[in-house]
């Protein structure tokens, strides 16, 4: 049982999640041994193509460009990369840090920066749970999803940002009680990904409405002066298009919406819309009338975003490991040992390793269309189990939710 792990158990446990953690970061130096857990287009066959997007922007902005990338007549590039789509104010500063360094030196900091994040929010989990006198268990649990969720390997190889917003959803949960640090850590998450956009009305019914605007406020802050001289029009065409005019499908997308779409499923074609608007006036409804947890809530509404959005990648998964270690620390849905092997499954990899070796929908390094549908369903599907379990908890177990509490 769950309930009866030694200790020697627990510490195997927390040790393999750090093996997991360097290998990951081992095999974004070397590309091995996990390089064929992930089909060409997930594993950028340029590797940085998107890392170099942003210091590209801040390159071109601060000698006369734009911050999309685009330098003026004449004028070379920092490095080759993809056209920047970034928050500008997050480029100017990110980009314009990286800008002292060489192009390859840049990258290589950038990997070890993010390997540096790791384990001071561990750190930083560690002692706040301690202080909090949380169950070791669970914490190691804890520990053990966020360190082995294995779309960190393919995050780290193409030395993405995103997992500076899970630091972010890391920080507004561990300082929940202070408004400031809270807000902070939003804004954070902001700048990578929109995905904490769709938090906000549910703070607001949770009653932390104060941590809401001052985010926003603090968005638009340091927004504002980019959208005032033009400079950063680019980040809110890009935000439309994606949002009016999805273009998801294979090889690198992984929602279910690009699913339903590229396979031309009629029904889902005419009336998807109105399945969206569904699910989210659903997670409202749950909130507002069983009050649940705001953990359980954000949870929802960030695998609204994984399975209907526009331009989700794997590594965007990563996400869901940082929800559940957190989930598991300050969420009674976890007493179940249900929970916790819904949670192991998705922090899995896909079946592409499989699938490489016998050569069944790939061809070569590449996935065919049949087999980009396996490696979505094998994301999808444990993360909309996990939430049916979740909605079916909180509607059997309404009794037992304390009304407002927001863990």
């Not at 287009?41 to 801040?58: K, L, M, R, S, T």
């Not at 920066?113 to 930083?124: D, G, P």
């Not at 972010?168 to 700048?191: C, R, S």
Request: with cysteine; net charge positive; proline share 4%.
């Amino acid at each position: 049982m769950w309930t009866k792990i030694s200790k020697s158990s627990l510490g195997f446990l927390f040790w393999l999640a750090i093996l997991f953690q360097f290998s990951f970061f081992l095999f974004a130096l070397t590309q091995k041994p996990f390089f064929f857990f992930f089909p060409h287009g997930n594993v950028h066959e340029y590797q940085g193509i998107d890392f170099f997007q942003v210091p590209n922007g801040a390159y071109a902005f601060l000698n006369g460009g734009e911050l999309t990338g685009k330098t003026i007549a004449g004028e070379s590039s920092y490095f080759f990369g993809n056209t920047n789509v970034y928050h500008p104010f997050f480029t100017f500063v990110v980009g314009g840090f990286l800008q002292f360094f060489s192009p390859m030196t840049a990258f290589l900091l950038w990997r070890i920066f993010n390997l540096l994040v790791k384990f001071s929010l561990i750190w930083l989990i560690y002692k706040k749970m301690v202080l909090a006198k949380t169950n070791k268990q669970n914490l190691m649990f804890a520990l053990f999803l966020f360190l082995a969720n294995f779309p960190q390997a393919l995050e780290m190889w193409n030395g993405q940002y995103h997992f500076l917003l899970d630091a972010g959803i890391v920080i507004f949960f561990l300082f929940l009680k202070n408004d400031l640090l809270a807000a902070l850590g939003l804004v954070l998450t902001f700048m990578v990904k929109p995905i904490t956009i769709l938090w906000l009305p549910v703070l607001v019914l949770q009653k932390k409405t104060k941590i809401a605007v001052l985010g926003v406020l603090m968005f638009i802050f340091l927004s504002l002066p980019f959208l005032l001289n033009g400079a950063g029009q680019y980040y809110l065409t890009n935000l439309i298009i994606r949002i009016g005019q999805p273009i998801g499908g294979p090889p690198g997308v992984f929602t279910l919406d690009s699913l339903l779409r590229f396979w031309e499923l009629g029904i889902y074609l005419k009336y998807g819309i109105y399945l969206k608007i569904f699910s989210l006036l659903m997670i409202i409804f749950l909130q507002w009338k069983y009050k649940i947890s705001l953990w359980k809530t954000a949870f929802l509404m960030t695998s609204f975003y994984l399975l209907f959005y526009d331009l989700v990648f794997e590594y965007h998964y990563t996400t869901v490991g940082t929800l559940l270690a957190l989930g598991v620390i300050f969420d009674d849905l976890f007493k179940e040992k249900t929970a916790k092997v819904l949670a192991v499954l998705n922090i899995l990899p896909t079946p592409f390793f499989l699938m490489y070796l016998f050569q069944i929908g790939t061809k070569g390094h590449y996935v065919t269309d049949g087999g980009w549908s396996v490696l979505v369903l094998s994301k999808i599907l444990p993360l909309i189990f996990f939430n049916l379990y979740l909605i079916m908890e909180v509607c059997k177990n309404k009794k037992n939710i304390k009304e407002g509490n927001p863990l």
